[in-house]
């Protein structure tokens, strides 16, 4: 299926040095995809002659004369910005010359200006930011990532909705499990408001697992996890914290005298294959759900390679027809009675 | 200094058999202990006929008739079992004979006896559960780990306080630095809770360093960090699934074939190495907090060694002197101007 992404060339913190060699290595493994590369001409060309490479019938330059800084106010994106790359990115999605953008740019402009620009979906209140997650089993869904710090148990049904919708579109699961991330203590099974949500959730004819809890994410006990963006954040960095920790003492370890040097000689390739295995740059690319539009969001620091898996994303979703899946699922839940149609039409 | 602690010994998955060798293990380590064992005679005795030991001087028997189940309601546990080895344990706290308990029982239970055995210290909302977890460059306590799953600001700013009274009490840390568990996002910066805990820790005069995000729990950017009990459960247990399912990758990747098994056998005292140091037994032992008596949970499963470690964090707690830093330092923010007093006395 023949596809076009925009790619904002100019964000994240390398920039086109970064984006533009993985735009064409994209184009090489994916042989039905197009590219808009977005962003200031010099810049991108530059990149383009550094790489041995010219724009051509499947990868074009749309110019764009502003860059939003990664520390920019979102607001002042937004108003002061008009013509940065990743408006002039959203904006092709919202004109249809793309059916998707990528952006390793500030997460807040990002959100903001795409919700501006393209609006949620009928019957979907806030956008949210789902991510993948390696799993003892494969791998996961986990939404809200911080898009919603404060979610109404409405919400945390919506968030449900629309990552079962991702998951079907993208994976080859018709009615994937959906869990609420909750706690485990006896007396006290979570707030008020993760309560009225599994209600919504059980009652929903979605595939509802129930309650999950932190060890079940990683466990893979479910195709997707549900979560405010305050508790979805929070459990991203503490994993990516934990991470950080694990590796540096296996590496201190390893490092520790000759003997162990040796050690660490022979048991190179398995640590290889193991590193291989966790890298969280196949896991890149965090999808914004509930715009009318595909919006996808790689890491900051992404390098070349872990960019060229969110642009995979942005067009794995295009070809699932992830945007058709959610307004309808979302509709069908919008005239079911048991949700307060106010809550979900606003 | 001389010290009595009162052991629970049928709480936790494996009773007795478990407890009493930890305890025995224990009086050797520390000379200046003394240890009431609580619970049924019978099955406390078998256990140190089995170690070829006996009662003397430093470990002494408690009756109690009844055990409280994993499963049990706390309210259930609270009302209808007044002899459980867990509520004489904390009786004996109440009485003075021990000046700790310890129990590996049911947490609801453990929280919900003890809260009403004991009682809250003065100006001391909810009791808080804290934990401590490794960081790269040492280790931190978190707290609340799921006592209280809605928090005020105020209650924050009593774990914040109460955390502080606890490092300086058990580490040599005179004034231990505080963060607040929050999120980083640009726009969004935590929610409306979040923001006023902030603004009381900064004019309380404790040494608050700000927000944390979630990467800086394990790189140890704090010695305290606070969060509530929602947050921090789900997180204590995300880690605990993520730490898992890197060791049975780590696992399999060695046992693939012949020769990374080879290169297993050789690099086994690495591994080995490595996986003490991040051997979650050694931090074992939760504190409730805010109660008038240090109570500490153990985890269920917790075996032997584990549960040593719970045993000295409650002599560390005691010798630290930790109630009476508690308690002064609730009463001076108590009289501080900034606080609300009926916020922090009712």
Chains 1, 2 share one sequence.
Do not use: W
Not at 45 to 59: D, M
Not at 120 to 142: E, K, W
Not at 164 to 187: D, F, M, R, W
Not at 196 to 223: C, H, M, P, W
Request: some cysteine.
């Amino acid at each position: 299926m023949d596809i076009t992404v925009a790619i904002d060339c100019m964000g994240g913190d390398h920039g086109p040095h970064v984006t533009v060699p993985s735009a064409l290595d994209y184009l090489h493994s994916d042989p039905e995809a197009n590219i808009i590369l977005v962003g200031i001409p010099d810049a991108i060309e530059a990149e383009l002659r550094a790489a041995n490479s010219e724009l051509g019938p499947r990868i074009r330059l749309h110019p764009a004369s502003e860059v939003v800084g990664m520390d920019e106010s979102p607001a002042v994106a937004l108003r002061g910005k008009k013509d940065s790359s990743m408006r002039v990115s959203i904006n092709l999605v919202k004109t249809g010359e793309a059916q998707a953008c990528i952006s390793a740019g500030n997460t807040g402009a990002l959100l903001a200006t795409s919700r501006f620009v393209l609006k949620t979906i009928s019957g979907v209140d806030r956008p949210a930011l789902a991510v993948i997650l390696p799993t003892s089993i494969g791998h996961t869904y986990v939404l809200d990532l911080g898009a919603n710090v404060d979610c109404t148990a409405e919400q945390l049904f919506q968030f449900g909705i629309m990552g079962a919708s991702l998951v079907s579109s993208v994976e080859s699961k018709a009615y994937p499990s959906v869990g609420l991330l909750n706690i485990g203590e006896e007396e006290i099974k979570g707030n008020e408001i993760v309560k009225q949500a599994a209600e919504l959730l059980r009652d929903s004819g979605l595939n509802f697992y129930g309650n999950v809890e932190g060890t079940d994410i990683y466990k893979g006990t479910t195709d997707v996890v549900v979560c405010d963006g305050f508790v979805g954040n929070i459990t991203l960095k503490t994993s990516e914290g934990l991470a950080q920790m694990l590796a540096t003492y296996l590496r201190e370890e390893f490092n520790r005298n000759l003997l162990t040097k040796i050690a660490g000689v022979i048991a190179m390739p398995v640590i290889n294959s193991f590193k291989r295995r966790v890298d969280h740059r196949r896991y890149n690319g965090a999808s914004f759900l509930g715009l009318r539009g595909i919006v996808i969001k790689s890491h900051g620091s992404a390098d070349k390679y872990a960019f060229g898996f969110a642009i995979k994303r942005a067009a794995d979703e295009v070809r699932g027809g992830m945007l058709r899946r959610i307004s309808e699922r979302v509709a069908e839940f919008s005239r079911h009675p048991q949700l307060p149609s106010k809550e979900v039409t606003r």
